[in-house]
């Protein structure tokens, strides 16, 4: 079975019905997308799958069509994308295992919806769970991208 | 050879002290000098000036031997060494350590002790001191109770200020000069020439000479990073990226993937089990029956997890009520039953006189079982290897992890390591090791190849160890327009010598503090004032949930206060500040006051406002939420909350904890609870118990204050009055008293 993940093309041998987010961690070691809740609860697994963000845990391989972004792909430490640059200088980070899910769901946003009102950020966000409750910053790191985005 | 920093003076004086009184544990070996874990891990070169630093040519490491739950334990231990070293933490390599007692947490066990924390009497200090004692003889390092920064506060700097002090010496020596005329900057030593030489350079030569151990702490005025504003967070761009690795994201090139189905009855046995069909699924390596279950060993998780679904067991079942109703006919028959007292803490006046006659109200509270439910399954890499281990996981208690890896293993605690990895989340449920216990036994099964064993959400969920349920009666009396007496009793199993005995295998005698801490030691001044704690049984094993036994008792002695409030035809606040007694308490309830702009709890049209208070782990926090009713259900609107830690040391991290604090307080008293049926919580996944989501969460502003005597965590204080100024809230705006949580089985939320 092949699939592209960041730009890169990978080939690998599982079922078909293997969640794509198992297929990520365990098979190509890409670790950014986590186990959360395994039944789409939690949006900790969230991965863009041609620009939309999806829940990996309830993706089977086999259906997937189109070429996956993972948090990796988004940016690096060395080169953020807007979104985890806001992230950090909101300090929104706790345990940050939601993260990753937090993240790939507001650039998703952001894609759709450039500068979202706070209604529009409670009904994309409010599937992805974070235990440590780092909500408030949330909502002001996606309107300081929403900022940043609109002036590049 | 390298030498021993002797502990810093200071902690060595207070030890001292402490131990004078300290007959019953054992004076002699709470004097001995702790060994310092460090040596045994040097190689020529390289010197432990002090057990939070060590330095070689290479570079700086600063341990940080506190674990990370999300909480900022990491940053702020590395910030406090690097404040008195003189280096810039970033530059450094952060690493927990290897656990050992040098590590042990005196903070912890201190708060256990029978006097509240605003108590700073003498009797009252000496048995706080007096309790490091056994958290040195029992190795307890420990990572709970907001302790962090209160342990670590003066330990940390003080090591860091020996570790700049002996360089300077080193520096000296060198050069000639005398150490006073030498300073330091970002890692260098600075000679009165201009000339600087690297604290790395100067590893091996400060390794020859006693260490400077004759240090004085800097005065906060001469902070550079400690109390400053946006303090980065060593771990933020890791934790933005997707590149922090948590216990679950290792990999080994030889690595087994298990998973384990255990008996959601925890400790009870497995009647018998069929794994026909799971051994021949695709990637099962083997199917291996453990004492606490059954795990199955695959070459991908997923697969695991596939595999364990499909086994068929049956479980056995223990003595306890298996459903919630008797689970709390159990609760209530312990309450007020002479053969269950357990403790009473707080006796002031004369309660049976006081409420003998008159108008007393009465009112009875519970709170439900709590998951933790991190948003990381418990999970943890194990490779055992002829006589030894070695063990990857996320703990708050890895020497316990540490012995009892051994101990199924059959090795010495000599010959197993752990390596204490950056954790999703535990809010408590890491205080428990059930899931390293079966990742040991597993690797086991497949000497010489590591094996990382995770818990599916719905594993963790069902052996969760949660937050005790527990009941209350309270009753109470006003007098013109005063509360005048009040008396709670709590029935609650015995959660902190159920824990400790399961850790540690010790029974721990006398009471169990943890059924009325967060009602007893209230600061406040009732004439009649009783809280009396009862001991259920041992039932469904429970343990610490953030915040522990102030979590429920907040709610009850808040919420009767209020009630009594109400009916005595006061204000909320200002009674509350009538009574209080403690300075630093009245003066955050005069501050979320001023905050909310408060003038009463009613506010019209459907809106109210409710005061929460309570003083745990030594922190006074007060809040006041304010909510409105909608056609869609109570809505949260805002929260204001005033806060006292004595010093603040990072003002963005101190936000952020109130912020989650807050959240969690206020999304677990929504909405969660686990009840029971035929032993197994009804509740697996986040469908179930879902907490707080983004689109609930109100606006919350937050004040520090620093009237407290002494510095002190904020991981968990926030968390108690949440809940009890939320129900306040819903009574000023609907009239509707909620005495149970979760308040959604009597009330709708948006």
């Known amino acids: ?152 | 050879m390298s030498r021993i920093a002797t502990l810093t003076r200071r902690t060595f004086l207070v030890g001292s002290t402490a131990v004078a009184g300290g007959v019953a544990f054992g004076i002699y070996l709470a004097r001995k000098p702790i060994p310092n874990p460090l040596l045994d891990g040097l190689v020529d070169g390289e010197v432990a000036l002090t057990p939070f630093v060590k330095i070689d040519a290479e570079g700086i490491t600063l341990i940080t031997p506190r674990a990370d739950m999300g909480q900022g334990t990491y940053s702020i231990q590395a910030y406090l060494i690097a404040e008195e070293l003189d280096i810039d933490p970033a530059t450094a390599t952060l690493s927990p350590g290897t656990p050992g007692p040098a590590y042990h947490n005196a903070t912890i066990l201190a708060e256990g002790v029978p006097y509240p924390a605003f108590d700073d009497s003498f009797v009252a200090e000496s048995l706080r001191n007096f309790m490091a004692v056994p958290a040195k003889l029992f190795s307890v390092q420990i990572t709970g109770g907001s302790s962090t920064v209160p342990d670590g506060f003066d330990r940390l700097r003080t090591a860091g200020a020996i570790a700049r002090e002996t360089l300077k010496e080193a520096a000296a020596r060198r050069t000639g000069s005398a150490r006073g005329d030498l300073k330091t900057q970002d890692g260098f030593v600075l000679l009165p020439t201009g000339e600087r030489i690297a604290y790395t350079d100067l590893a091996a030569e400060a390794a020859q000479i006693a260490p400077v151990g004759d240090v004085s702490l800097r005065p906060s005025s001469e902070w550079r990073y400690l109390g400053q504003s946006a303090l980065p967070r060593l771990d933020m761009a890791r934790k933005c990226t997707g590149t922090e690795v948590y216990g679950i994201d290792l990999e080994f090139d030889d690595m087994l993937h298990a998973t384990v189905r255990a008996n959601p009855a925890i400790g009870a046995g497995i009647a018998q089990f069929d794994s026909a069909g799971a051994e021949d699924m695709r990637g099962v390596h083997s199917i291996v029956q453990i004492s606490q279950g059954i795990g199955v060993i695959a070459d991908n998780t997923w697969r695991a997890f596939q595999a364990a679904e499909y086994l068929d067991i049956s479980w056995d079942y223990p003595e306890y009520p298996g459903s919630s109703e008797g689970l709390y006919q159990e609760l209530e028959a312990a309450l007020n039953a002479p053969e269950t007292y357990d403790h009473r803490q707080r006796d002031d006046g004369n309660v049976d006189r006081a409420l003998s006659g008159g108008d007393v109200i009465t009112a009875e509270y519970r709170v439900p079982y709590l998951a933790h439910a991190p948003m990381e399954p418990m999970n943890a890499v194990v490779r055992v290897d002829g006589e030894s281990v070695e063990i990857w996981t996320g703990t708050q208690i890895p020497v316990f992890v540490r012995d009892r890896a051994a101990r199924i293993a059959g090795v010495k605690a000599d010959n197993v390591e752990v390596h204490v990895l950056p954790m999703g989340g535990s809010f408590g449920h890491r205080l428990e090791m059930t899931h390293v216990e079966q990742a040991v036994e597993l690797a086991m099964a497949v000497p010489g190849r590591h094996l990382k064993m995770t818990w599916s959400r719905e594993e963790d969920m069902t052996h969760d160890y949660p937050r005790p349920a527990s009941v209350a009666r309270a009753r109470g009396a006003v007098s013109d327009g005063q509360v005048s007496a009040f008396d709670l009793s709590v029935s609650q199993s015995a959660m902190a010598p159920e824990w400790l005995e399961r850790l540690s295998g010790r029974k721990l005698p006398g009471p169990d503090a943890s059924i009325t801490t967060g009602s007893w030691d209230q600061p406040f001044a009732i004439p009649d004032y009783r809280v009396t704690g009862y001991r259920a049984p041992s039932m469904v094993p429970v343990s610490s949930w953030r915040s522990v036994g102030a979590s429920g008792n907040g709610f009850y002695h808040d919420c009767f206060l209020d009630e009594l409030i109400h009916a005595a035809g006061a204000d909320p606040l200002a009674e509350r500040m009538r009574l209080c007694m403690h300075e630093p308490s009245r003066k955050v309830l005069e501050a979320v006051g001023e905050m909310s702009g408060w003038n009463g709890p009613a506010r019209g049209g459907g809106r109210g406002r409710g005061v929460g208070f309570c003083m745990s782990f030594g922190v006074p926090c007060a809040q006041v939420v304010d909510v409105a009713q909608t056609a869609e259900g109570i809505r949260i609107a805002k929260v204001y909350v005033a806060v006292d830690v004595g010093e603040v040391l990072d003002p963005t991290n101190l936000e952020a904890q109130v912020f989650g604090g807050v959240i969690w307080g206020l999304g677990h008293a929504m909405n969660c609870e686990l009840t029971y049926e035929g032993h197994v919580p009804d509740q697996t996944n986040f469908y179930d118990y879902e907490g707080m989501r983004l689109y609930q969460a109100p606006d919350i502003t937050v004040r520090a204050l620093t009237n407290g005597p002494s510095i002190r965590g904020i991981g968990e204080p926030a968390v108690p009055p949440a809940a009890p100024a939320l129900a306040n809230a819903i009574f000023a705006a609907t009239g509707q008293r909620i005495r149970e949580l979760p308040l959604n089985k009597h009330i709708d939320f948006v």
Request: net charge negative; hydrophobic share 40%.
């Open chain 1, 1 to 152: 079975m092949k699939l592209t993940v960041n730009g890169t093309a990978h080939e690998v041998d599982v079922e078909p019905e293997m969640p794509l987010l198992w297929v990520l961690r365990d098979e190509l070691n890409i670790k950014g997308p986590k186990y959360g809740c395994g039944v789409a609860q939690c949006g900790a697994c969230t991965v863009h799958v041609d620009g939309i963000a999806v829940r990996s845990c309830q993706l089977p391989v086999g259906d997937l069509e189109g070429e996956v972004l993972t948090i990796e792909g988004l940016g690096s430490p060395e080169s953020l994308h807007a979104v985890q640059d806001a992230w950090i200088a909101h300090h929104v980070a706790q345990c940050g295992y939601c993260q990753s899910g937090q993240i790939m769901q507001a650039a998703s946003l952001l894609e759709m919806t450039p500068q979202p009102t706070d209604a529009e950020i409670d009904e994309a966000m409010s599937g992805n769970l974070c235990r440590c409750g780092t909500y408030p910053r949330i909502r002001a790191a996606i309107h300081t991208a929403a900022r940043t985005l609109s002036e590049a």
